[in-house]
């Protein structure tokens, strides 16, 4: 399972924000935001919450995040599994939003040749 940190920063990465933005954000330094993310720091509830609203998705929602639910939805044989859905709308509009950002982008830099 993996640990908390590893999760805000998957949820992070998927909004397309820096180590260095949160950190703003929070008033501490990128180093000090970084440790929460490795788990050498322990986060506490002040913390989680702080980085749940900028990120703008609840603490639970955090907590209970899998990307394996979002990911690995298919077997090695290429056939869709049944699964049932847990994923709350605001992430998989984050989600949405973020490949859209990226499709876009993609097509800037195809264009830019």
């Keep these: 399972m993996k640990k908390i940190g590893g999760k805000i920063r998957q949820l992070r990465e998927l909004k397309g924000y820096s180590q260095e933005y949160i950190a703003n954000q929070m008033g501490i330094s990128q180093r000090a935001y970084s440790k929460l ?3 050498e720091t322990k986060l506490d509830w002040e913390k989680l919450t702080k980085i749940s609203e900028i990120l703008e998705i609840a ?3 955090i ?3 899998d990307d394996n639910l979002i990911f690995n ?3 090695q044989s290429g056939k869709f599994e049944q699964f049932i859905n847990q994923i ?3 992430l998989i509009e ?3 939003k973020r490949i859209e950002y990226l499709e876009k982008e993609i097509d800037f830099l195809r264009n830019k040749r």
């Design 63 to 65: 907590a209970s995040f």
């Design 88 to 90: 709350p709308e605001k």
């Design 37 to 39: 993310e490795t788990s």
């Design 59 to 61: 603490p639970t929602d």
């Design 94 to 96: 984050q989600y949405e």
């Design 73 to 75: 939805n298919c077997s």
